[in-house]
């Protein structure tokens, strides 16, 4: 198959769940004998506006980022121009789509007609983007917020009219897709992310595992690694360790990841005393994101909000990491899976605070029941997650969408 992804991230480097995705797929499908391609913006990071990455070739289109509006204009402009310029080269069975500004300026092509299409959603854009940007105070802030929205909803909604299969990672995304677009539950095809199995698995030793990340060998070891923005709860993880370090002598936790809310949360640290048994990493490269997960007692995911999937839920599952995490989106479904009791009762850092407590104590009470737990979720992570069961998923629609040639508007997204 020649097969296009396009996206508005890229596999040059990967820093979060929506790059993990597209270069675990674009990669394995292209060493599978696939000719693999991807339309992206370019990005800061880029030296050029083509690349090879393990046999994919990355295309990229240059935008205006001075304003909103420059930025569609040259997303929608040079996405065009720039999908025409390959199409006249190469050509392709089809089309997956990944997020929706990139797609719909492929949308605005003549060329793109009749080529087969896939949306794969990982999270709504629009609510992305409220998440990330509160509302201004003033009246024409207002506006321009609810302008920005209103415009990433109608976008998303269009590329995903136009999309003949719609994929999606969780039922909760699934559920999203029906309550904000109308799109019927037989629409979506659910293929859940997956974990490269060889990359993230438990240690022989963690003591020597702390010790080559410099961190105490002995004490109970929190982990979470999370942007630093509102939607990750982080400030609900910091508050609710002023009750735990008063139960659980020694303990620490490690923040990995950056984002705009670091100085608010290290503000957070201080005045609540905890910079002893806070720590901030800053961004985890990936080579060395597999140790700090071995290293980790538990794993804390304390998302308030809009958690689509949740890729780093599984590295710390196949790491042998039990993971704890509030009840969002599909945190619910995998450790639900897995274990209700690894699910905080709510969001708030009582919740929090409380479970971390029990475990940690049942640990230190019980040191083989950590052993069993660890097992436990690595033996999860294989039976049910993998990289190969997804793409064998993902490569199985894609022939199916090209032989079927399939090309139309699902009938189940057609209403406006």
């Given at each position: 198959?020649?097969?296009?992804?396009?996206?508005?991230?890229?596999?040059?480097?990967?820093?979060?769940?929506?790059?993990?995705?597209?270069?675990?797929?674009?990669?394995?499908?292209?060493?599978?004998?696939?000719?693999?391609?991807?339309?992206?913006?370019?990005?800061?990071?880029?030296?050029?506006?083509?690349?090879?990455?393990?046999?994919?070739?990355?295309?990229?289109?240059?935008?205006?980022?001075?304003?909103?509006?420059?930025?569609?204009?040259?997303?929608?402009?040079?996405?065009?121009?720039?999908?025409?310029?390959?199409?006249?080269?190469?050509?392709?069975?089809?089309?997956?789509?990944?997020?929706p500004f990139s797609a719909f300026a492929v949308l605005q092509s003549s060329s793109c007609s009749g080529i087969p299409k896939i949306y794969t959603c990982h999270s709504l854009t629009f609510e992305e983007y409220a998440s990330r940007n509160p509302q201004p105070r003033s009246f024409l802030g207002k506006i321009r917020h609810v302008g920005h929205i209103?415009?990433?909803?109608?976008?998303?909604?269009?590329?995903?009219?136009?999309?003949?299969?719609?994929?999606?990672?969780?039922?909760?995304?699934?559920?999203?897709?029906?309550?904000?677009?109308?799109?019927?539950?037989?629409?979506?095809?659910?293929?859940?992310?997956?974990?490269?199995?060889?990359?993230?698995?438990?240690?022989?030793?963690?003591?020597?595992?702390?010790?080559?990340?410099?961190?105490?060998?002995?004490?109970?070891?929190?982990?979470?690694?999370?942007?630093?923005?509102?939607?990750?709860?982080?400030?609900?993880?910091?508050?609710?360790?002023?009750?735990?370090?008063?139960?659980?002598?020694?303990?620490?936790?490690?923040?990995?990841?950056?984002?705009?809310?670091?100085?608010?949360?290290?503000?957070?640290?201080?005045?609540?005393?905890?910079?002893?048994?806070?720590?901030?990493?800053?961004?985890?490269?990936?080579?060395?994101?597999?140790?700090?997960?071995?290293?980790?007692?538990?794993?804390?995911?304390?998302?308030?909000?809009?958690?689509?999937?949740?890729?780093?839920?599984?590295?710390?599952?196949?790491?042998?990491?039990?993971?704890?995490?509030?009840?969002?989106?599909?945190?619910?479904?995998?450790?639900?899976?897995?274990?209700?009791?690894?699910?905080?009762?709510?969001?708030?850092?009582?919740?929090?605070?409380?479970?971390?407590?029990?475990?940690?104590?049942?640990?230190?009470?019980?040191?083989?029941?950590?052993?069993?737990?660890?097992?436990?979720?690595?033996?999860?992570?294989?039976?049910?997650?993998?990289?190969?069961?997804?793409?064998?998923?993902?490569?199985?629609?894609?022939?199916?969408?090209?032989?079927?040639?399939?090309?139309?508007?699902?009938?189940?997204?057609?209403?406006?």
């Amino acid at each position: 198959m020649n097969i296009l992804f396009v996206s508005d991230v890229s596999i040059h480097q990967v820093i979060g769940g929506a790059e993990r995705v597209l270069h675990e797929q674009a990669t394995r499908l292209a060493a599978r004998g696939h000719r693999v391609h991807v339309l992206t913006r370019r990005l800061s990071e880029h030296q050029s506006d083509c690349e090879t990455i393990g046999q994919v070739t990355e295309w990229r289109y240059p935008v205006d980022q001075r304003s909103a509006s420059t930025f569609l204009w040259s997303t929608l402009r040079n996405g065009m121009k720039l999908f025409e310029r390959i199409i006249r080269i190469h050509h392709f069975d089809c089309i997956n789509f990944h997020q929706p500004f990139s797609a719909f300026a492929v949308l605005q092509s003549s060329s793109c007609s009749g080529i087969p299409k896939i949306y794969t959603c990982h999270s709504l854009t629009f609510e992305e983007y409220a998440s990330r940007n509160p509302q201004p105070r003033s009246f024409l802030g207002k506006i321009r917020h609810v302008g920005h929205i209103a415009l990433r909803r109608r976008i998303e909604k269009r590329a995903l009219q136009r999309a003949g299969c719609i994929i999606a990672l969780s039922q909760y995304t699934r559920e999203k897709l029906s309550v904000n677009y109308g799109i019927s539950a037989a629409a979506v095809r659910i293929i859940p992310g997956g974990i490269d199995l060889e990359y993230f698995h438990p240690a022989q030793d963690r003591r020597s595992v702390r010790k080559h990340l410099g961190l105490p060998q002995e004490a109970p070891l929190l982990l979470t690694v999370r942007n630093l923005v509102p939607r990750m709860g982080i400030d609900n993880l910091i508050a609710a360790m002023e009750d735990v370090v008063l139960s659980v002598p020694g303990v620490q936790l490690v923040i990995g990841g950056t984002g705009p809310m670091k100085a608010n949360l290290e503000a957070l640290r201080s005045r609540l005393k905890l910079e002893r048994c806070v720590h901030f990493v800053g961004f985890i490269p990936d080579g060395d994101l597999p140790r700090y997960y071995q290293a980790a007692d538990l794993f804390i995911l304390p998302t308030i909000e809009l958690e689509g999937f949740g890729m780093v839920t599984l590295e710390a599952l196949a790491s042998g990491t039990p993971v704890l995490g509030t009840p969002v989106g599909g945190t619910r479904e995998i450790l639900g899976r897995l274990d209700r009791g690894f699910l905080f009762e709510d969001t708030s850092p009582t919740a929090i605070s409380r479970l971390i407590i029990n475990e940690c104590h049942r640990y230190q009470d019980r040191p083989e029941q950590r052993q069993h737990d660890s097992q436990r979720c690595r033996d999860f992570a294989e039976r049910y997650y993998s990289w190969d069961v997804n793409v064998d998923s993902t490569e199985r629609l894609f022939a199916q969408m090209i032989g079927d040639g399939r090309n139309t508007r699902h009938p189940a997204t057609e209403r406006d």
